[in-house]
């Protein structure tokens, strides 16, 4: 989906409570942490969207994983465990959970 800006859902979150933002709540920047990101996705890739019965709310829906590959993939994890390889551990991770960004870990 569009990404959107971490200070516009705080706006909003501040407002959904009735509050006003820079007046009632101050938001304070303070920069970004390890880890952090300045956008958040609101879908990925390959998830569609299904209506519920309030007309702002979504849900999102993701194609499961295929049962064969899953049990691949959990092999391949619990022998990467024995050995403790951590990027390898990163790399399996990667193939399991497409929007894994390792730039953040």
């Known amino acids: 989906g569009k990404p959107i800006r971490i200070v516009d859902l705080a706006r909003q979150l501040i407002e959904l409570n009735g509050l ?3 007046e009632d709540i ?16 609101l879908s990925y890739q390959g998830e ?9 709310i979504m849900r999102f829906v993701s194609q499961p994983m295929p049962m064969k590959i899953a049990r691949e993939l959990l092999a391949e994890l619990e022998q990467e465990l024995h050995r403790a ?3 390898h551990l990163k790399l399996l991770l ?3 959970v497409p929007e894994y960004q390792p730039y953040l870990t």
């Open 20 to 22: 006003k933002p820079d």
């Open 26 to 41: 101050q938001i304070e920047f303070t920069g970004l942490r390890p880890g952090e990101k300045l956008f958040e996705e």
């Open 48 to 56: 569609n969207f299904t209506a519920t019965h309030h007309p702002k």
């Open 85 to 87: 390889e951590p990027n």
């Open 94 to 96: 990667q193939k399991a």
